[in-house]
DNA sequence: AAATAAAATGAACACTGTTCATTTTATCAA
DNA sequence: TTGATAAAATGAACAGTGTTCATTTTATTT
């Protein structure tokens, strides 16, 4: 049957359209700012139809943190080709907090927001998929850097998180306006500064 | 004129009264889950009356974000007493992550949300008195580490931040979920082995 | 061309933060 | 005590939000 197949691709195409138009206006107007309403108007559809096509807000919330999560993945897999675990790790941190600071929005859905989260709540939906591998592939990039004789008489997974915490700190802090605040030098310098503190660290382990 | 002086006492206890009840339903139900007109309600007020007290939701926000760094500044100059400023710098840490453990809504207010750093831009007030106090106690500790020969190499402002970045994100991946959809043992104790992999690093600086 | 199924609609609902003309209460002077 | 004045409290009204769902429009099948 061709007609049900063209008409499951429209149906992929249009809620394809609201997510896009969700995120230009998040990215524009910010996303407490961007109302149901406002994705309506930009598609030119009713409010009616974008919930044909997603339960909720929350529901558009997520589907954009996968997207974001889907970005972020393919920038760190670029990094696989880095042979060295420990150059890969330190890589992989500069990766992580270029795309937070380049897309901050993005981050705040992915890594702070509760609406993502709810929303996998709602559906029952306990397992964060997208968490887990990202997270999966710094675990295992530790792994490596301890298997060639790095971070002797540490713990896997408490190091990996703690690890993960002080890019995410960094990130989430200038997120929230909270580095500008504190130091009135440029965010954005003394943010890679810092990193660059971080990597004088564990250069040494 | 000692009848001036009651009604300022009256005004500024009806203006407690508010905030004591903002934070009673902010910890009993969150944040956005909290309106205007439940805190009139909790202290038999009309709504009018909150904003004859404040000037907006953020200003309430603000205030309780306030009180949120007197009592974290409260619960960090008790650690003055220890002499050694690395053992000092070791509790610090852990004070300021238990706090946000312990108060997931304040941290929230203090650390991330936008509320209170809008207020503060609405008054046209650039400067964000509390996050520097609190900041200043940090870099003056690793500062006095410098000085008695630790953390060589090392700059103390951009350094001060990355530790700061390592507890908060800590906090932050914890009070936004984002750790229990990662790793299944308790996120409280996850989050306290990470932080002992911290402690681990910086015995070592 | 009629019957059926699918998709899109937008008015309506219950809620939000916020305003401000009006009413109530308290203070002070005659 | 009374009337004038100032201060404080009020809550209806406004413009906005997310969400629902009976109704209408459009497309497909018979």
């Not at 943190?65 to 330190?90: C, I, T, W, Y």
């Not at 703690?162 to 943010?191: C, Y």
Request: hydrophobic share 35%.
């Amino acid at each position: 049957m061709g007609v049900s197949e063209r008409k499951a691709k429209e149906k992929e195409e249009l809620k394809s359209r609201i997510l896009q138009a969700a995120k230009k206006l998040f990215v524009e107007k910010g996303i407490d700012q961007t109302t149901i309403r406002n994705i309506a108007n930009e598609i030119e559809y009713s409010v009616g139809t974008v919930y044909v096509y997603y339960k909720d807000k929350n529901d558009i919330l997520h589907d954009l943190h996968s997207q974001g999560f889907k970005q972020l993945g393919g920038e760190m897999k670029v990094l696989f080709n880095v042979a060295d675990p420990m150059e890969r790790l330190k890589a992989l941190g500069k990766t992580y907090l270029s795309f937070a600071l380049e897309n901050p929005d993005m981050y705040d859905l992915m890594f702070t927001l509760k609406g993502p989260m709810d929303f996998l709540e709602s559906m029952h939906q306990e397992e964060w998929n997208e968490g887990k591998g990202t997270f999966d592939v710094l675990r295992s990039t530790v792994n490596q850097c301890m298997e060639t004789g790095h971070f002797s008489g540490h713990q896997l997974e408490p190091l990996s998180f703690a690890i993960w915490s002080t890019v995410h700190g960094m990130a989430s802090l200038h997120n929230s306006q909270r580095v500008k605040g504190v130091n009135f030098e440029d965010p954005n310098t003394i943010l890679m500064k810092a990193y660059e503190e971080f990597v004088k660290i564990i250069d040494r382990e």
